[in-house]
């Protein structure tokens, strides 16, 4: 059984983002995608500071343009540093606190992608064929055929979300995961939404960070 602590959980999230050559997890299927066309733009991103920072910087956006009523973007980097400073992220020393962060992230997209159908039945095969063409390493690869392979735990998502912090980091991974374009999508991220307690402002403040995916994550001032 692999060990979630020795993974690049970053690096998973990154390639569940769309930050590869390939189409994604989901590619084999037939116009699928695990990510949104927005987890794409920001997966791209991603590639300079790796999955978990990104997703948790545009988490920190919102949350920071919902208490300010601010509506400017931000360069990659500082949506990093202040995502830590305000307990987003854990901190660089912190990589067991990354590691578990990450994992939660990497389920709650998956959940998130399963609200459709799109992920179950039939099409199982051709998604873990997928996932053996990322650019993982083995225990990587492991990883994420055992998570796919796991059943939706809707709870342990809730329960870890300890602080109003990580509610919002997984709201915001589950939201980069999917469309909303299906109306068992978007129950499934109201229903989500509701037992993570976001505030309604807040959870539309992730939604248009989400969507606006060059100011949330803009290459300014990024090395």
Request: glycine residues 12%.
């Amino acid at each position: 059984m692999i060990d979630p602590r020795k993974t690049d959980v970053s690096k998973i999230l990154e390639q569940l983002l769309g930050g590869h050559a390939r189409t994604g997890v989901a590619g084999a299927l037939a116009g699928g995608m695990l990510a949104s066309k927005a987890g794409r733009k920001l997966g791209k991103k991603a590639l300079k500071l790796g999955g978990l920072a990104a997703v948790g910087g545009v988490a920190w956006l919102a949350y920071d343009r919902y208490r300010r009523g601010d509506a400017g973007g931000a360069p990659l980097l500082q949506l990093v540093e202040g995502a830590r400073r305000a307990g987003f992220l854990p901190p660089p020393a912190d990589a067991q606190g990354a590691q578990e962060l990450g994992l939660v992230l990497i389920r709650a997209m998956i959940a998130a992608a399963r609200a459709d159908g799109k992920l179950d039945g039939r099409e199982s095969d051709a998604i873990h064929r997928e996932i053996d063409e990322l650019e993982l390493g083995p225990d990587e690869k492991e990883l994420l055929h055992a998570e796919l392979s796991k059943p939706v735990d809707v709870d342990a998502l809730v329960a870890a979300a300890t602080t109003p912090e990580i509610a919002a980091d997984i709201y915001t991974a589950s939201l980069l995961a999917i469309e909303l374009d299906t109306p068992a999508e978007r129950a499934w991220l109201a229903m989500l939404a509701a037992r993570l307690g976001l505030p309604d402002a807040l959870r539309d403040e992730i939604v248009r960070r989400v969507a606006d995916g060059d100011a949330t994550a803009g290459d300014s001032g990024a090395s």
